[in-house]
Nanobody, 128 residues
């Protein structure tokens, strides 16, 4: 059975930091495009960061470049999202996902919502 589980969310003041984690079972993240998405109330889900299956490059949404860092620990089959200098507009439910290889190329892993295993989400709230 495939399970993808996020953790590490919480409440933080603007300018603070959080590190999110995502652990997979029944799916090997190194074989997939993997990504962090987020969804704020009343808004569509958007890609935050991803690592492409084809070139292992890491891509970021413009809104988080320079502040967020995504990484993958293959030994632990775990994804991380280090979030620094958080802003109120970062408030959202954050999801990790693994997309079957071959369905998106390069930074397309930031946009595709299909052919993915999804976690249940973890809430990040940034106060001002």
């Amino acid at each position: 059975q495939v399970q993808v589980v996020e953790s590490g969310g919480g409440l933080v003041q603007a300018g603070g930091s959080l590190r999110l984690s995502c652990t997979g079972s029944g799916v090997i993240f190194d074989e997939y495009s993997v990504a962090w998405f987020r969804q704020a109330p009343g808004k569509e889900r958007e890609g935050v960061s991803c690592i492409s299956w084809d070139d292992d490059s890491t891509y970021y949404a413009d809104s988080v470049k320079g502040r967020f860092t995504m990484s993958r620990d293959n030994a632990r089959n775990t994804l991380y999202l280090q979030m620094n200098n958080l802003k109120p507009e970062d408030t959202a439910t954050y999801y990790c996902a693994a997309e079957f290889p071959g369905y998106s190329m390069g930074d397309e892993c930031l946009a595709s919502m299909f052919n993915r295993y999804w976690g249940q989400g973890t809430q990040v709230t940034v106060s001002s």
